[in-house]
């Protein structure tokens, strides 16, 4: 393979869909289990975001991290530092993070209306 | 050495998410230089693609007529993932080969179950040796079926042979739903066979027999 030449190949452009300001709302079951998560300590944010695969070729992707060098918007929700890529915005404008309670299939869900269609575990959506 | 040059793309992959972005979108485990296949929502192929781990980048190499829509999909998915991709088929060409052929400097070669791909810069001088006809019958002759043939956007998987490239426990991606389900239940539907002569269902067609894509009880 002709990798001497790989590097002046231009890089094919991505689709860059808008970035728009996201407006998350996050339910007072889910602040509650943030709390117990976080503790006192607010360096700490919540990132929200989305990368491809799943079922239906989008994930939702919930880490807590102390700092990204991903692209990100910062809101702040009940005391909590949330963070938003940038290039998922789109994606998220709207959503609301939940926390459900049971057994199997419990913990934090996304409730989004952007999405047209959803797979059974509710981890992935297009 | 049976050599025959296929009219592929050469797509270079870089970023530290490569192989977690292609194995999240395709039906093989991606863990290093592999074969897979990319499905779309109803588990129809995209196209099935040569993974191959070059250095740090990864080279997907697959079906040219196909290129578009693969880069459609892949496009809009990358969102904060650290991919940057290339195209950079202009500047090789791909062979198979179905004999072992050698590693040199280079040329990248790869062994499938198809055969060895072979992706050479154009400075490099190989030469085919089968006409499309040979390429052909010794493909009808194997069972090894071929984008733009037996592989096309208008079957799943398990229509065209392509079952050992559906990984049975990966997880999650495009179609996987769609494909379990068709396995579990063991309702795969159609099958590639090969068959004598030339039926009028005949796909590709050798000197004695053809593959066609049957119902097969």
Redesign the interface.
């Known amino acids: 393979m002709d990798c001497g030449t790989c590097e002046t190949a231009p890089a094919i452009e991505v689709i860059k869909p808008k970035v728009v300001d996201a407006n998350l709302t996050i339910t007072d079951k889910a602040i509650d289990m943030l709390t117990e998560a976080f503790g006192d300590d607010r360096s700490h944010a919540l990132l929200v975001g989305v990368l491809s695969g799943g079922c239906s070729g989008y994930m939702y992707d919930l880490q807590i991290v102390e700092n990204t060098d991903i692209d990100c918007q910062e809101l702040v929700i009940s005391g909590f530092r949330v963070l938003v890529p940038n290039a998922s915005s789109h994606l998220l404008d709207g959503i609301e993070v939940d926390y459900v309670d049971r057994l199997m299939g419990g913990g934090f869900k996304i409730n989004n209306p952007n999405a047209s269609s959803s797979c059974g575990c509710g981890e992935s959506f297009a | 050495m049976r050599v025959y040059q296929l009219d592929s793309y050469?797509?270079?992959l870089s970023g530290r998410d490569c192989l977690?972005?292609l194995?999240?979108?395709s039906t093989n485990k991606v863990n290093g230089t592999c074969t897979t296949v990319f499905t779309n929502?109803n588990a129809k192929i995209i196209d099935m693609v040569e993974v191959?781990i070059?250095?740090e980048?990864v080279?997907l190499v697959g079906h040219n007529p196909y290129k578009n829509n693969l880069?459609n999909h892949l496009?809009?998915?990358?969102?904060?993932?650290d991919v940057?991709?290339?195209?950079?088929s202009e500047?090789?060409k791909v062979y198979i080969s179905f004999d072992k052929y050698p590693q040199s400097n280079?040329?990248?070669v790869v062994n499938t179950f198809r055969g060895w791909i072979i992706?050479?810069?154009?400075?490099e001088d190989i030469t085919s040796t089968l006409t499309k006809d040979e390429f052909n019958n010794y493909r009808v002759e194997q069972l090894i079926p071929h984008q733009g043939f037996e592989i096309t956007p208008l079957v799943h998987p398990f229509n065209c042979g392509l079952d050992e490239l559906v990984h049975e426990a990966k997880g999650?991606?495009?179609?996987?739903?769609i494909l379990t389900r068709m396995r579990s239940r063991n309702k795969m539907g159609k099958s590639l066979i090969r068959v004598d002569g030339e039926p009028d269902d005949a796909i590709t067609c050798g000197k004695t027999h053809s593959l066609v894509i049957r119902k097969v009880d």
Do not use: H, K, W
């Open positions: 050469v797509l270079l977690q972005f194995d999240g979108l929502t191959i070059v250095g980048n080279a880069l496009n809009s998915r990358i969102l904060q993932q940057v991709m290339r195209d950079i500047f090789n280079n040329i990248t992706v050479a810069p154009n400075s999650c991606y495009i179609g996987q739903e």
